[in-house]
Structures are given as C-alpha cells and as structure tokens.
C-alpha cells in the first residue's frame, strides 16, 4: 500500500465531481401537491376541539370549559388554508396546460376558500375575546355577553358552510376536469370528485334552507367522497405521482429547475 505524496509548492486539481441528481420537475410538484392535500385534512379534529363553544357558548364565554383545544382548531384551520391555496398553485403549471381556465378557476376558488376560513377562524378568536378579555370585567352584560357569543357562533356556522363545504365543490369539479381529461391520474379519482361534488352541493343547499344541520350524519355522508376524492389524490401523488401523459411530455422544459 503506498500513499500519494505531494511535492512542496505544487498544486493539485480536483478531480471531476459526480453532479447531484435532481428531482424530476413533475415529481417535484406531484410531491409537494401530495403534502399539502394531506395537510388540508389537519382540522378534522376541530370536530371534537370546538366542541365546548358548539354545545354552549354562552357557558364558554363566560368562563365555563378549556380554550386551548378552541386555539389549537384554530390555528388548524389556518393550516390548512395555506396548504389548500398551496395545492392550486403548485398545481397550476400543470392544470394550464389542459385548460388555462380550469387552472385560473382553480386557483381562484382555493383563494376565495381560504378567505372564508380566515373569516371564520376571527369569529371564533373573537369569542375567545370576550371570554379572557371582556367577561368578568366591571360594567360586563352577561347576557350581552352570551347574545354576542351566539352572533359570532352563527357567523362561523355560515361561513364555515360557504368555505369548507361549498367552496370544495367548486374545486374538485374544476381539478376533476384536468385530471380526467390528462388522464395524469387513474380515471377513478376524478370519477370519485364528479360524483361527490353533486352530492355535497345537494347537501349544502339543503343545509341552506334548513333540511338539516351542517353536522348531522346525511351532511357527513354527503361529504365523505369529496373527502376520499382529496386524501386518496394526496397519497396518490406522494406515493406514485403523476402517469405519463401527452400532456407532460415537454413540460419539464418549461418549468425553474432548482440551482439554475
């Protein structure tokens, strides 16, 4: 066994360095599309968190309960927000290229559901303002206390109804479209958004009018395809990404490459 030496004063030249692989530009946005539709389902312990503001605000509001499971839901629901706008503009650069309006309208929905839901998280965080900063106070009403409390329960309802009930319907009818027509996905997920997006239109126009509550068991069976539709497409793409389409074929050459 010998060892290299090196006279003094001379220099060596590093020899040629094996370049890092890149992630493929399609793999890459199927991936990340993938994370942040299994981010979205990160509220749906809200369910249970919101629980003591549900079954009695007035209670709540005047001290009655816990408001750290209201302030986790909370931050939840911001969550997933960001990561439902996340998903249309990762997807963009893919959906334009089956249909610039499909993609615009994809896009445009996701925002104005994410608006809804910011609108509902400050309903929700103004209830926790008057419990901790308002109620107990001297000269505090508290039966204009509990009145306010309902008033801002009722906003969140309704909101709640336009953002994360309606607003999906709009969303997966548009990527349903894309995914079907580019066939980057099998034929059965955008089969599953087509039937359940009616379905929970239906449900939501019923809750509407007041057939039923937004929670009781038929609006949850209602939404339970649009909620496989979105978890299934998100495992989807982490796990497999997108099939080779006439669609993609080029659209690496269209898409930043990371480091040039």
Known sequence: MTAATHSPGTTTTPGPTTPRRRMDPMRRISLTAGVLYVITFVSIPTLA???????DVGAFVLGAGSDTGVLWGALSEVIVGIAGIGTAVVLYPVAKRVSQTAALGFVTAR?????????????????LTLRTDVAGTAGASPSALVTTGHSLLASYTWTFL???SLMPVFCDLLLGYVLY????????????????????LISDIAIFFGAYSNVSPVAVLAAVPVAAFELTLGIWLIVKGFRPSKYWTDLGADLPVRGS
């Not at 027509?181 to 929970?200: D, N, Q």
């Open 162 to 164: 336009l953002s994360q």
């Open 49 to 55: 968190l919101y629980k003591p503001v549900k079954d």
């Open 111 to 127: 925002v104005v559901e994410t608006s809804l839901v910011f609108a509902s998280v400050v309903s929700l965080l103004t209830i």
């Open 181 to 200: 027509r580019s066939a980057l996905v099998p034929r059965f997920l955008p089969i599953i958004a087509f039937i359940g997006a009616p379905l929970l």
